[in-house]
Every structure is written in structure tokens, then in C-alpha cells.
């Protein structure tokens, strides 16, 4: 190897270093101001945007939201947004811009943060991350690509706005609550909060957890499931979005986690930095969509209790 090659390969370690410690120190701050959080965290997984169910969302979710007469933070889980232009895998029979599904995206978020006068806390994930993938695909060199990326607007000049947090990350850890969009055993229901909680618990994700947590709250899956492992909660939050055209494309069911979805959301009560055990709440949409007009909520204690039934 060649002496400026090698120089060329340091000067990409010295980026990305640059840049993770950046990422850090923004997930610590956020972190830090939410540790000892009191009031409601609602967790909005997958919304997915342009492909968000709007009729669940502002029929059912916002309207929650907004009755909560108590302090509601909520949290975006990832999936925001679809990016399905920079995608190496089947598109959306027309596939909306991404310049788009920002505006749609901003106009949702100023829905929380303005008129529902809520903070929100935003983290990045598989569809965020497509523009990255994308780059990385079609520009040949390191130091090119991140180059084309700064010309790029940044996520501040996109969707910044009073009020919003954003975690350049896959995982934020709000008061003992550790969201997360991690994707391993995403197809078998249950399974991610299993390999979450023994991540952050004993694996290479316990350094990046500052304080005890008791919850871990999942999106990526599509699904819901709410189970205790280690003396932790696992949450799977479910999806917001309408099914994709991928979802029905006939291609084996190993092809992707599109099973079965669950539309939905969780909320739970945290006092002082500590999750309520008894005010979790796994909210399902599904019975509306079937025309049944109820929503469907588990707790712990009914989920116990039906476990301890079947
Ligand atoms: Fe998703
Ligand atoms: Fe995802």
C-alpha cells in the first residue's frame, strides 16, 4: 500500500470519528435533559411518511395526544420517513420524492410541536439512512462522498423547528426507557425486544446506555408484542404507516418482516425518570380499521393475566 493511500485511510478513520463523537455528545444532551422526565412518553413507530395512515393519525393518535391534560413528550422511533427513491429494492408502484415526504414530514412534526404544543424526539434509521446508502453506492471514494453529503442541506436546514429534537442515532434512551429501532429477530414477533434488552443489557449496547433503564421500546418491526425478559419490559410499538406495495409483492415471506402489522402506538407514564409499570399502554388500531369501533390497549397486567389464561 501506498503512503498516501494510507494517509487517504486515515483521514476517513479521523472523519468518521469526528462525526460519531459529534452524534454522541447531540444523543447525551437530549438524554440528559429527559433523565429525570416526568409526564408521558408516547411512542409513534413507522409513521412512514408519504405512506402514513393520516386517518388513524389524526382521528385516533393526535386526538390522545392532545386530551392528555398531563406533560406528553413524544417520540418518533425511526421509519419516518420512506426515502423509496434511493432504495435498492422494489419501488412503490409511483414513487413520491423525497422532497415531498419532507414537507409532508415537517408539516406533521409542527402538528406536535406547535399546535399540540409538545417536544418530540426524533431518531434515525434504515430509511433515514437510504440517502447515505445511496451515496455510498454511486460515488466511488471515502472522502467524496462525505464531501457531496456536506454541499447536502442538513437535517437542521430540512426539519428543524422549536421543539424538536434529533438524535442522529438508532437508539435514545429517554428517562429508563430505551428506544430503539435495532432489526435483528424482527420477523418472529417478541423476539427483537429479547435481543434488545440482552444488548443494551449485556452486549456491546450496555456502553452506550448511561443510566439503569427498564423498558425497551422497539419500532423497525411493524408488529406489537409486550413481554418481560431480564426483569425488563419489551415493547414492540407497532406501525403507523398503510401497507406498502413490497407487503403484498408475492415474494417469499423470508424476503422481508412484512407479515403480519400491527397498527398502533404505546404511551407510558414515567414519574421522576421511572416508568410506571402499571401506566404502560400497547394502543392497537387494528379493530378500527376492521370497522370495529374500539381500540384495543394491553397492559402488563392484562397481558399477564391473558398469558396466565391461554
Ligand atoms: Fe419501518
Ligand atoms: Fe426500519
Given at each position: 500500500m501506498k503512503i498516501q493511500n494510507i494517509l487517504d485511510r486515515f483521514k476517513e478513520?479521523?472523519?468518521?470519528?469526528?462525526e460519531w463523537e459529534k452524534n454522541l455528545a447531540?444523543?447525551?444532551?437530549?438524554?440528559?435533559?429527559?433523565?429525570?422526565?416526568?409526564?408521558?412518553?408516547?411512542?409513534?413507530?413507522?409513521?412512514?411518511?408519504?405512506?402514513t395512515d393520516w386517518e388513524l393519525v389524526y382521528q385516533h393518535v393526535l386526538p390522545?395526544?392532545?386530551?392528555?391534560?398531563?406533560?406528553?413528550?413524544?417520540?418518533?422511533?425511526?421509519?419516518?420517513?420512506?426515502?423509496?427513491?434511493?432504495?435498492?429494492?422494489?419501488?412503490?408502484?409511483?414513487?413520491?420524492?423525497?422532497?415531498?415526504?419532507?414537507?409532508?414530514?415537517?408539516?406533521?412534526?409542527s402538528t406536535l410541536t406547535k399546535d399540540l404544543k409538545r417536544?418530540?424526539?426524533?431518531?434515525?434509521?434504515?430509511?433515514?439512512?437510504?440517502?447515505?446508502?445511496?451515496i455510498r453506492d454511486n460515488i466511488k471514494g471515502f472522502l467524496e462522498q462525505q464531501e457531496i453529503l456536506n454541499f447536502l442541506k442538513t437535517w437542521d436546514d430540512l426539519l428543524g423547528m422549536s421543539n424538536l429534537y434529533m438524535v442522529m442515532d438508532w437508539m435514545v434512551?429517554?428517562?429508563?426507557?430505551?428506544?430503539?429501532?435495532?432489526?435483528?429477530?424482527?420477523?418472529?414477533?417478541?423476539?427483537?425486544?429479547e435481543w434488545a434488552i440482552n444488548y443494551f443489557l449485556h452486549g456491546p449496547g450496555k456502553h452506550y446506555i448511561t443510566n439503569y433503564f427498564q423498558v425497551v421500546?422497539?419500532?423497525?418491526?411493524?408488529?406489537?408484542?409486550?413481554?418481560?425478559?431480564?426483569?425488563?419490559?419489551?415493547?414492540?410499538?407497532?406501525?403507523?404507516?398503510?401497507?406498502?406495495?413490497?407487503?403484498f409483492c408475492n415474494q417469499p415471506y423470508s424476503y422481508g418482516k412484512y407479515g403480519d402489522w400491527s397498527r398502533g402506538?404505546?404511551?407510558l407514564k414515567v414519574v421522576k425518570g421511572i416508568t410506571d409499570r402499571k401506566e404502560i399502554?400497547?394502543?392497537?388500531?387494528?379493530?378500527?380499521?376492521?370497522?370495529?369501533?374500539?381500540?384495543?390497549?394491553?397492559?402488563?397486567?392484562?397481558?399477564?393475566?391473558?398469558?396466565?389464561?391461554?
Open positions: 478513520f479521523e472523519y468518521v470519528v469526528q447531540q444523543r447525551q444532551r437530549v438524554e440528559k435533559r429527559f433523565n429525570t422526565y416526568t409526564g408521558w412518553v408516547y411512542v409513534l413507530g413507522d409513521v412512514h411518511v408519504p405512506f390522545d395526544i392532545a386530551a392528555n391534560k398531563e406533560k406528553a413528550l413524544v417520540v418518533l422511533p425511526g421509519d419516518s420517513l420512506s426515502f423509496d427513491l434511493f432504495s435498492r429494492y422494489r419501488k412503490a408502484s409511483s414513487t413520491p420524492l423525497p422532497e415531498g415526504e419532507i414537507r409532508v414530514l415537517r408539516k406533521f412534526l417536544e418530540v424526539i426524533m431518531i434515525f434509521s434504515n430509511h433515514e439512512a437510504r440517502i447515505y446508502k445511496f434512551q429517554i428517562a429508563d426507557i430505551v428506544v430503539s429501532h435495532g432489526e435483528p429477530g424482527s420477523r418472529i414477533k417478541g423476539k427483537v425486544n421500546a422497539q419500532a423497525h418491526t411493524h408488529q406489537q408484542s409486550l413481554g418481560f425478559y431480564c426483569e425488563r419490559v419489551g415493547i414492540e410499538v407497532g406501525v403507523l404507516s398503510k401497507p406498502l406495495d413490497y407487503q402506538y404505546a404511551k399502554r400497547l394502543i392497537n388500531l387494528d379493530p378500527i380499521l376492521w370497522n370495529r369501533q374500539y381500540r384495543k390497549t394491553m397492559t402488563l397486567e392484562e397481558k399477564f393475566c391473558c398469558d396466565s389464561n391461554e
